[in-house]
């Protein structure tokens, strides 16, 4: 779960990026983070990843509060959430095995679980046959859907989507929302900040607008798909 009680966050150029924000996603929700540049999205997500610190109010994530939240424990809330970036940020020098297999890797995770959990997440995207290809041998569309093995392979309670559509073409666009609501279906929460109005209309569901600082709009609404 994440809650945002009366959250803003003032940067010291200044700049009031969130004012008194009140939010609740519950477990298993699947929302989209929409709204103008500068309107306060990425300050969402950075409060979240506990990259910053709200001025005040208090932010909830998995049963973390982060206002307490040692410096130290930080990595222990990081690794409840799964990260898709824009710009995939894949390892170039590593296999797609190697570059999911890299996160768990990091945080010491049993071999054994290594060797049957990377090629469980390979398979949910579709690229069991890419196992072995580097990043420079795969199209746009199937560096991110790498990617999106890389944020589900530790098994995140929440997938933070930041723009995941952004560098691929539109077509494959939805698949990757597809492959989301995919995953939200099996219990993971997930947030997905997108500028494309299309894929939303498209999707519908619940939509969370922000701008100027503050949620203009939060409600669930119906999309074209059949």
Do not use: W
């Amino acid at each position: 779960m994440v809650e945002f009680k009366d959250v803003s966050v003032t940067y010291t150029s200044g700049v009031d990026a969130l004012n008194k924000v009140n939010l609740k996603i519950n477990d298993g929700d699947f929302a989209f983070i929409v709204g103008p540049s500068g309107a306060g999205k990425s300050t969402l997500i950075k409060l979240i990843l506990k990259e910053i610190d709200a001025t005040q109010g208090v932010v909830t994530v998995n049963g973390f509060n982060l206002s307490k939240l040692r410096r130290s424990k930080v990595p222990k809330l990081r690794r409840t959430i799964g990260v898709v970036f824009q710009d995939f940020r894949l390892i170039p020098t590593m296999t797609v095995y190697e570059n999911i297999a890299f996160v768990l890797r990091v945080i010491d995770a049993p071999a054994k679980y290594i060797r049957s959990r990377v090629p469980y997440v390979i398979s949910l995207v579709g690229l069991e046959k890419k196992a072995k290809a580097y990043p420079t041998q795969l199209s746009g569309g199937e560096q991110q859907r790498v990617a999106l093995a890389r944020a589900l392979v530790n098994d995140p309670k929440l997938i933070i989507a930041d723009e995941p559509t952004g560098n691929i073409d539109p077509a494959l666009s939805y698949e990757i929302v597809d492959l989301l609501k995919g995953i939200n279906e099996c219990g993971t929460t997930i947030l997905m900040v997108t500028h494309e109005h299309d894929i939303v209309r498209h999707f519908g569901g619940r939509i969370i607008n922000i701008n100027k600082g503050v949620i203009a709009f939060d409600e669930v609404v119906g999309g074209s798909a059949k």
